[in-house]
């Protein structure tokens, strides 16, 4: 069955290069970037893993911790820690979990349960492990994006899509397009004027159905 937006993630017990951890524990009370990889050693795979560590301090910032997951051993994702941090100038410090029997791969829909490692492999046998996903703290999928094996990813976007997240499970409002941290949003239809204007002030009306407001203290 596919792990679809609002789905609880499933509370596997898995092994990283950092140990065995369950999902559930590893993520506590934060929010969590699953990032998924077809193989160890590859290009773009290289660069995404490079990626995510110079932010660091963005995800710490937010409260957010990433879990790399690759279908190579755990020895494996520690020697590609070296090329990471050759072409990217930061070591992953998260772990990577290395979901070599693809229990992981199966429990979050990216590959079908037939799917097995043959001999002498490449990255197209497991070329959907290619995904993401942000899971909040009541370890519910939040947003879930698949990309294809040539395209590397843009986890400038993802932290923007978790900045809206966040913000908007808390402050009980939507975004507009390509919104970024200080800009309006959207008020929410189920309110009335006097009372959207009552909780966020001053609206702009754009259309009927499309209220943006400051965002809320």
Aim: proline share 7%; aromatic share 8%; net charge negative.
């Amino acid at each position: 069955m596919a792990l679809r937006i609002n789905d609880t993630i499933p509370d596997l017990t898995v092994e990283t290069d950092q140990g065995s951890l369950s999902l559930h524990d590893y993520i506590g009370g934060s929010w969590a970037i699953i990032f998924s990889h077809p193989k160890d050693f590859t290009p773009v795979c290289t660069t995404e893993f490079g990626a995510v560590a110079t932010l660091a301090k963005e995800w710490a910032a937010r409260d957010a911790k990433p879990i790399g997951v690759s279908v190579d051993s755990a020895e494996d994702h520690k020697r590609w820690k070296a090329d990471i941090e050759k072409a990217g100038g930061s070591t992953p410090e998260f772990p990577m979990v290395a979901d070599t029997d693809l229990k992981m791969s199966k429990a979050f829909d990216m590959l079908p349960a037939e799917a097995y490692l043959p001999d002498g492999r490449t990255p197209a046998d497991t070329a959907t492990v290619r995904s993401v996903f942000i899971v909040g703290p009541d370890k519910k999928v939040k947003l879930s994006m698949t990309y294809p094996m040539t395209v590397g990813r843009n986890f400038a976007e993802v932290l923007r899509a978790l900045d809206a997240l966040q913000l908007t499970s808390s402050k009980g409002v939507a975004t507009p397009a390509d919104w970024t941290v200080g800009q309006d949003v959207i008020v929410p239809a189920t309110l009335s004027d006097e009372e959207a204007t009552a909780k966020f002030g001053e609206l702009e009306h754009v259309l009927p159905y499309l209220r943006k407001a400051k965002v809320p203290a």
